[in-house]
């Protein structure tokens, strides 16, 4: 607190809060832009990092029913490729939900809260979220198929990774966004009344 020239004492602890926040939302989506950075990279040089390995895996049941890594060699290399689905797939959603919450986050940050992208940045989260969650394993455990009925390993039966987390996730997500839209909404409605 400090004291004016009119002897009224003034408060700097909301100018503070209000700098310490923007400051740390800058934070958080620098760190979100190296993340959604990284996952591209690694959709993109995973699979051309596999085409030089001799040997590709799968994941297969193992006997307690949860996933092993299953290594084979001498894949063709689409099959070689069809192996790192998952990885590119689980890239891809990363790139896109972290540069989706760095743009929802800096608005918010920049005082927009109720900025008319938002709804959409926060449906693309969610979509990146299902598909992160669900879509990957399910292509992840369709390769492993692929991989395993190439090779002739009958015995084994690929592994289905599924989480309920991902999609309660994405629908809470989705649910923020239609917060966000309605919160626009009664913004443009109350702008004219002031």
Same mark, same amino acid.
């Given at each position: 607190m400090t004291q004016s020239e009119d002897g009224m004492v003034k408060s700097r602890g909301p100018r503070v809060r209000a700098f310490l926040?923007?400051?740390?939302?800058?934070?958080?989506?620098?760190?979100?832009?190296?993340?959604?950075?990284?996952g591209l990279l690694n959709a993109v040089i995973q699979p051309i990092n596999q085409l030089t390995k001799p040997a590709a895996e799968v994941l297969v049941n193992s006997a307690d029913g949860r996933g092993a890594?299953?290594?084979?060699?001498d894949l063709p290399v689409w099959l070689n490729?069809?192996?790192?689905?998952?990885?590119?797939?689980?890239? @891809? @959603?990363?790139?896109?939900?972290?540069w989706m919450l760095r743009k929802v986050l800096l608005s918010i940050g920049a005082g927009q809260p109720f900025d008319p992208r938002n709804p959409r940045r926060l449906r693309w989260l969610a979509l990146a979220v299902f598909f992160g969650t669900i879509i990957a394993p399910v292509a992840t455990y369709w390769s492993a198929r692929v991989v395993l009925g190439h090779v002739g390993a009958d015995p084994l039966t690929a592994y289905l990774p599924l989480e309920l987390w991902g999609p309660l996730l994405a629908l809470v997500i989705?649910? @923020?966004?239609?917060?966000?839209?309605?919160?626009?909404?009664?913004?443009?409605?109350? @702008?004219?009344?002031?």
């Open positions: 926040f923007r400051e740390s939302i800058a934070w958080v989506g620098a760190l979100l832009a190296v993340t959604g950075l990284a890594e299953f290594s084979t060699v490729l069809l192996s790192e689905t998952k990885s590119v797939a689980g890239s @891809a @959603a990363l790139c896109v939900g972290a989705l649910a @923020a966004a239609e917060a966000f839209r309605q919160g626009r909404q009664l913004v443009d409605e109350t @702008a004219g009344l002031v």
